[in-house]
């Protein structure tokens, strides 16, 4: 089987910013915290189940899309979104123990 | 401290030191490093699912009734309340990048000599990669020195 270079980092991207989403919404939304609780029996399980189907979903859809000639481009939106990401998570929960 | 602390850092570790061969390896790329490299990017992916597996153990049993409430009482509870919190959630970015990094070895493997832009794609992904990985063992350490100042604070 052939992987898709584009495919690849649109789920990879795609995944990145959906654990950055899930991180946030579970430290300020109770139903949303309760919804993973309920799915895996623990937030941070159903976190990590919740981007494996995520990861392959995303990719799957985006299989057979052209891929780029530019796939160096690619790997720097993969590395920005992780140091974004990475940056807000930190940033976030920095910011909710100084507030107390 | 729990034998599962000691394995989850060790295949994170070996995780690091995997795809730094990938980053080695593909550096003067040749036919034999190539196929090198996708291996050693297969075995990151693995060590570092396997870290994940180990880590997420730990979190939910020894770390969550036993290290959590200790640190959370002690003296640095940022230990937890910041640094755990960041790294159970960044950590979660790694396999993602070791399957993807993997992946473009494996699509671009005939063309990596030629191709200086897959290549330095590739190159790119391992070395953040390792820089994550180190990143992550950093605050654990961090993690475990919050657990130990509050076991000696405690004590005294």
């Avoid at chain 2, 030629?114 to 990669?129: D, G, K, P, Q, Y």
Wanted: hydrophobic content about 60%; charged content about 10%.
């Amino acid at each position: 089987m052939k992987m898709n270079s584009k495919a690849l980092i649109i789920a990879t991207v795609g995944v990145i910013w959906l654990i950055v989403g899930m991180t946030l919404l579970t430290e300020l939304s109770v139903p949303f915290k309760d919804l993973l609780v309920r799915f895996a029996g623990h937030h941070w399980v159903g976190k990590s189940l919740v981007a494996v189907i995520a990861f392959s979903g995303i990719y799957l859809l985006s299989q057979d899309k052209e891929e780029s000639a530019d796939v160096l481009k690619g790997a720097y939106a993969v590395v920005g979104s992780v140091v974004l990401g990475g940056l807000i998570i930190f940033s976030f929960f920095l910011y909710s123990f100084v507030a107390g | 401290m729990s034998i599962l602390v000691g394995l989850h850092a060790f295949l994170g570790e070996a995780g690091a030191l995997a795809f730094f061969l990938v980053f080695i390896s593909l550096l003067s790329p040749s036919e034999a490093s190539i196929r090198r490299a996708r291996v050693a990017a297969c075995w990151g992916v693995i060590f570092l699912v396997g870290s994940w597996m180990i880590g997420g153990w730990h979190y939910l049993t020894d770390y969550a009734l036993v290290v959590k409430p200790v640190i959370k009482a002690g003296p640095f509870p940022w230990a937890h309340l910041v640094m755990t919190e960041t790294k159970e959630h960044v950590f979660l970015f790694l396999p993602f990048l070791a399957v993807l990094t993997w992946g473009l070895i494996k699509r671009y493997q005939g063309e990596l000599v030629e191709n200086r832009n897959a290549r330095t794609a590739v190159l790119v992904l391992a070395v953040f990669i390792v820089l994550i990985a180190f990143a992550m063992a950093g605050m654990g350490f961090i993690i475990s020195s919050g657990y130990r100042a509050a076991l000696e604070a405690s004590a005294l």
